[in-house]
């Protein structure tokens, strides 16, 4: 029985592990895996004549990804030992205590990203690489020399290996799955998902796009550095332009370490980036030497995880939902539940594909998942709660709203509805057309919109500036002052720049970022709709899909009879917003990469910025070895201090202004 136990989780674990390292998409959470490797790990110390070469007790990660070169680490990448109480912690603390009495522990957050490692040499970022099974990962340097805070090149010209976290920030991921959404693409479930896959895009440029960083936290020959303490190497890496996490700690003791626990245990919500644990290491590096390590991890190091930010609850039906270009979702209806913070009651199901390779069934007790502002998701089924009355999902063939038949091509995971005049798009579009980035039509929320739809009000983007008074007075939960406050927002939209039109016009693969770029380029609709394929060569950001996709909808009379509805109904058609002309190629800002910050004296940071984009300067949120200027104004910081370090040409806000000319 035992014997046979051990090679299930061995087979289990393993192919835990390539999901998680290998494909990126992990089908168990961290606490399940945890159990199960634990379980493991006393059968074999039990049992040790079971214990195999391919047990994933000795080993780190799983296999690499085919397309990238081989890197052999020079050091192994090892993984750390994990701790889920205060008990786990005290052991360890004893453990380490017997060898090494008189240590200090060096306290860090547990970034959710993924591992990686540079290499320099003279001076020069030369290679860098994932940790993939930890004796062998994948180069992938060219994606790496794309992320702002790596170092390209340092002030030191000895051979250097530094290791860290690549991630990707909240916010970030927010931006990105809003755009993959406006694109039917899935989305990214987490930010290590993100960055994940990001770092293994074979195209640099699109690792590029995705705004990622990373955080140093090793260097595995500091002693090289003249460092007697990881502490004392983390801040000389950061003296020589690295990343390193400022919220670290430095304890005397176990005690201290718990209290910086519970401290994070509380506040990780509030950072701007995903961590999953805390990582405690013995400070001192020649009592990190004697402790030694396993196969698999250091002695001197153990992460504590937190307690999985993820909750059972019952899956009380699927639904399905259609969005504006016509993808069918199915959504789980499901028993309300606290997660992350925030009451759920609905989740994604992805797909088709994604709900029968896991079995989730109507009636199923199941786990969800909610981190941060991440769209909340069902990640697996409880089979062990199952009672026998769940029913298997099935694929609808027909779209929920209008009937008609579904659509799946090859290759692709989703369905969808072509019928472009099925009700759920077109409500959809509306929704969009109004929203926030878009138009922003302050009342006409999605219930508004809908109600507008169902009374036969509004059919497409032009009925909305046909809407009168008397239309909408009888209708329920409309009173005089909030139609006259919705007609009010509705005029003023009138004269929004051409950007906000065109991406609430939905145009393919036509993001809010993408509109302003054609806004600021052809200044008016017509110029835009006259455009050839070749007109979009040269335009920053603009790519081969994006330019056909655009001359392909202005060559649908349907689009152009609505773009010239929109013009007769009096909607701004041209840019207002900041023009850059090329008279100002003389100005010392022109072409040049700022960074504001500190407190300006005569102006907010953001007109500052607006004054310096219309020099046709380019401003940016961080420094990096590309920035141009720094302007600093009062209680100016961490970022003062990097360009310094990295020779950024530093100004104050009475310099910057003469340079505008001010």
């Not at 895996?33 to 079971?50: F, K, S, T, V």
């Not at 961590?275 to 698999?296: A, H, R």
């Not at 029913?391 to 472009?420: H, K, T, V, W």
Request: charged residues 30%.
């Amino acid at each position: 029985m035992s014997k046979q136990r051990v090679e299930e989780l061995t087979k289990l674990l393993n192919q835990y592990n390539k999901e998680y390292y290998v494909l990126d998409k992990p089908s168990v959470s961290d606490r399940e895996y945890d159990r199960l490797m634990q379980e493991l790990i006393e059968l074999e110390a039990q049992y040790p004549e079971l214990k195999s070469s391919t047990s994933p007790t000795v080993r780190v990660g799983g296999a690499i990804l085919e397309g990238f070169n081989k890197v052999q680490h020079e050091k192994p990448m090892l993984s750390l030992g994990n701790a889920f109480n205060e008990g786990d912690l005290r052991d360890f603390d004893a453990r380490i205590r017997k060898v090494s009495p008189n240590i200090s522990y060096v306290c860090e957050l547990k970034i959710d990203g993924l591992a990686v490692t540079l290499h320099y040499r003279d001076g020069q970022f030369v290679k860098g690489a994932t940790r993939g099974d930890g004796v062998v990962g994948e180069d992938i340097s060219e994606n790496l020399k794309t992320i702002q805070t790596i170092p390209l090149h340092i002030p030191y010209k000895d051979p250097l290996e530094v290791r860290g976290e690549v991630y990707m920030s909240k916010a970030t991921l927010d931006k990105l799955n809003k755009q993959r959404a406006e694109k039917g693409e899935e989305l990214f479930a987490n930010p290590r998902n993100a960055a994940a896959g990001s770092l293994r895009q074979l195209d640099s440029r699109i690792a590029a796009k995705r705004e990622l960083a990373m955080f140093c936290y090793a260097v595995p020959s500091a002693e090289e550095l003249g460092c007697q303490t990881h502490d004392e190497s983390l801040q000389k890496i950061e003296e020589l332009g690295f990343n390193v996490n400022p919220n670290r700690e430095v304890c005397d003791s176990i005690d201290g370490v718990l209290a910086y626990i519970e401290k994070w245990s509380t506040n990780r919500f509030d950072l701007p980036y995903e961590i999953d644990g805390i990582v405690i290491k013995v400070n001192q590096l020649n009592e990190q030497q004697k402790l030694g390590s396993t196969v698999k991890s250091p002695r001197w190091a153990i992460a504590y995880k937190f307690p999985a930010e993820e909750v059972e609850t019952i899956l009380k039906d699927i639904i399905f939902t259609v969005g504006r270009t016509g993808m069918v979702t199915p959504n789980a209806v499901l028993e309300p539940v606290r997660v992350a913070g925030t009451r759920v009651s609905r989740a994604t199901l992805h797909n088709e594909d994604y709900v029968k390779e896991r079995d989730i069934r109507i009636k199923d007790r199941v786990i969800i998942r909610k981190a941060g502002e991440i769209i909340p998701e069902v990640v697996k089924p409880v089979i062990d709660a199952r009672h026998g009355d769940e029913a298997p999902f099935e694929m609808i063939q027909d779209c929920p709203r209008c009937g008609s038949e579904l659509i799946r091509e090859a290759g692709e995971a989703d369905y969808y509805c072509l019928n472009i005049d099925c009700p759920a798009r077109i409500v959809e579009s509306l929704c969009h057309f109004v929203s926030r980035d878009a138009m922003n039509i302050d009342g006409l929320g999605v219930k508004v919109v809908e109600q507008l739809y169902d009374n036969q009000l509004i059919e497409n983007v032009a009925d909305i500036y046909k809407l009168q008074k008397e239309q909408l007075l009888p209708l329920e939960r409309m009173g005089e002052k909030k139609v006259t406050n919705l007609l009010t927002a509705i005029e003023n939209s009138k004269q929004n720049s051409l950007e906000r039109l065109l991406f609430g016009l939905g145009v393919r693969h036509v993001g809010s970022k993408t509109a302003k770029v054609l806004a600021a380029h052809f200044e008016t609709i017509d110029a835009l709709m006259q455009a050839t394929f070749d007109d979009f060569k040269g335009i920053a950001e603009i790519g081969d899909v994006i330019a056909n996709s655009i001359v392909h909808y202005f060559t649908q009379d349907a689009n152009v009879q609505l773009i010239n509805e929109l013009k007769a109904l009096g909607l701004n058609m041209s840019y207002t917003g900041v023009k850059v002309s090329t008279a100002n190629e003389a100005n010392e800002f022109y072409g040049k990469t700022v960074v504001l910050t500190g407190t300006l004296a005569t102006l907010s940071r953001k007109e500052a910025g607006v004054k310096l984009e219309a020099l046709g300067a380019k401003v940016s949120g961080s420094v990096s070895a590309k920035t141009d200027f720094l302007v600093a104004g009062e209680k100016s910081g961490s970022k003062l201090k990097k360009a310094q370090e990295l020779g950024v040409t530093v100004i104050d806000e009475e310099m910057m202004l003469k340079m505008l000319g001010e």
